[in-house]
């Protein structure tokens, strides 16, 4: 940092600074997402020590304190360096050696786990006396420049991390002079015009510790890119279904100057969907694909020569959807219902049916299997409607429809389903007892639980529906007899003449509309 003001703009207090850092200390920052890390390396405890552990702090946008993450067991470390390989974040740690073991020591690469919330070790490159370090991309692959104050400087090329993070490397031809002390490197892509096919020149400049410049050498990568394909970015379409090893076509278009080299084709990383031909850069199917599962896939392809200079392109390969799908009704029986007091075009219910197909093929249009007199479907929202008037006296209660949805391809799909419609009865008719009076004798002698009578009530409403069905009762009670709610009267005393020789009953009958009780006596 540059003063202790902005150091308190971070942590709280200059404490807390020391707390952190020994001697001879260096730092990077990097970013994982919205959360912020101090990456601190720590060559020596004093004058004397190497053994000084690094550390990794994570800032708390809450308190903007710094907290340890992670302590780095370290030996002389001189720099951290923030790096991103295959869309992972990485922090490359170098170290200047001792004396005693000859300045020979690793360059650790630490990756951040996600799952874990840690850096995870994944690469350690032998060095000696490395001084600094600088990272940097070209053509999506990321650089990394080791500085030896007594050796080689070395340029390390990151490629594509499988899971147990095998990075290849390559170095240059580039020496610096023995004993070169430096803080900082700096590398720019220098024109390649007047450098061989295939080569990439990198300026290198070293720098002091007060920020002079005191070397300055140019870093030419021979073999690493070339352009053998002839755009950066290719689209191709793949209908679904295909047989494993169908042919993607057309096949990615090469320079011509490269048409007769020995191109070696492969896909990095690798691709469970696909394959390709490693002579031909065809493309091949590897899986069955479906459009529904995964539309589309990103390709890197990659032209290697034998000298090893190789050149990448971005496939996009677009699943073409196919009508293979038949619309599908939501469920097997629609119902709906309405009165006869409904006005033509009233909506009595509405089907859906889906397709998981695309476009034209997934749309779906309704209709009748057969023509109705009674109502309209809307072809484009399943919406079913009355197309006529309609008496609940006179007309079917009930009407089943067969409906079919078809989608929109060619050859189209189509498959049928039902919907049953309910016209509601609204009248309601009083009912009317068959005699307004019954007057009948009983012998005294009758036993217990006789009929001694079934009254009778007819009602006009229609068969069927509730208003039609009858229920009778007694209005109030009787000490002689009981009525059934089917108007069935049965002697439930002994009866004496002497103590009594007439009864009145009253009994009345309901239906299941709206009207009152109507009532009869015996």
């Known amino acids: 940092v540059s003063t202790q003001s902005t150091w308190e703009a971070v942590v709280s207090t200059q404490s807390t600074w020391e707390a952190v850092v020994s001697t001879q200390s260096t730092w990077e920052t990097v970013a994982v997402g919205s959360t912020v890390f101090f990456a601190i390396a720590n060559e020596m405890t004093s004058s004397t020590s190497y053994n000084a552990n690094s550390q990794i702090y994570r800032l708390n946008t809450t308190n903007n304190k710094l907290e340890l993450v992670q302590t780095i067991p370290t030996i002389a470390a001189v720099d951290w360096q923030a790096l991103t390989v295959d869309n992972q974040t990485c922090l490359m740690l170098g170290s200047n050696g001792i004396p005693a073991s000859a300045y020979v020591s690793t360059a650790s690469v630490y990756c951040y786990s996600a799952e874990l919330s840690q850096w995870v070790s994944t690469l350690d490159i032998t060095t000696v006396a490395a001084y600094d370090l600088a990272a940097f991309v070209f053509q999506d692959t990321t650089f990394v420049t080791i500085i030896s104050s007594t050796a080689v400087t070395h340029l390390y090329q990151f490629g594509y991390a499988p899971a147990t993070a095998n990075y290849v490397s390559r170095s240059t031809n580039v020496t610096f002079v023995a004993g070169e002390t430096t803080q900082q490197v700096s590398v720019g892509i220098l024109s390649p015009a007047s450098h061989a096919a295939g080569a990439k020149l990198f300026a290198v400049d070293l720098y002091n510790a007060s920020g002079s410049m005191v070397s300055s050498a140019n870093v030419t990568i021979y073999n690493i890119f070339v352009q053998i394909f002839s755009n950066d970015t290719n689209i191709v379409y793949v209908p679904e279904n295909q047989p494993v090893g169908a ?73 073409l959807d196919l009508n293979d799908n038949s619309p599908t009704f939501t469920t097997q029986v629609f119902n709906g219902a309405f009165n006869d007091t409904a006005t033509i075009g009233t909506t009595v219910v509405q089907v859906l049916a889906r397709d998981p197909d695309n476009g034209v093929n997934g749309t779906v249009s309704y209709s009748f299997t057969s023509a109705s007199a009674d109502f309209n479907i809307d072809a484009t929202t399943g919406t079913i409607t009355t197309k006529r008037t309609f008496n609940s006296i006179t007309d079917p209660l009930t009407y089943s429809l067969s409906l079919r949805a078809t989608d929109g391809g060619n050859p189209a799909k189509s498959t049928t389903g039902q919907a049953t419609i309910f016209l509601a009865y609204t009248h309601s008719f009083a009912p009317v007892f068959t005699e307004s009076y019954y007057n009948i004798t009983v012998p005294e002698t009758t036993a217990l639980g006789s009929t001694i009578l079934t009254i009778l009530a007819t009602d006009a409403d229609r068969a069927g529906t509730p208003q039609a069905s009858l229920t009778y009762s007694l209005v109030g009670s009787s000490s002689v007899v009981s009525v059934s709610s089917a108007g069935v009267v049965t002697l439930t005393a002994h009866l004496d003449y002497y103590a009594s020789n007439s009864y009145n009953i009253s009994v009345q009958v309901v239906n299941g509309g709206t009207n009152p009780p109507s009532t009869v006596s015996y």
């Open 247 to 319: 042919y993607v076509a057309p096949r990615v278009p090469r320079n011509a100057s490269y048409a007769a080299a020995n191109v070696t084709f492969s896909i990095k990383p690798s691709s469970t969907a696909f394959r390709i031909n490693a002579s031909t850069g065809e493309l091949f199917t590897s899986a069955t694909l479906n459009w529904i599962t995964q539309p589309s896939y990103v390709l890197t392809l990659r032209a290697t020569l034998p000298d090893g200079t190789y050149d990448v392109t971005t496939v996009l390969v677009s699943v």
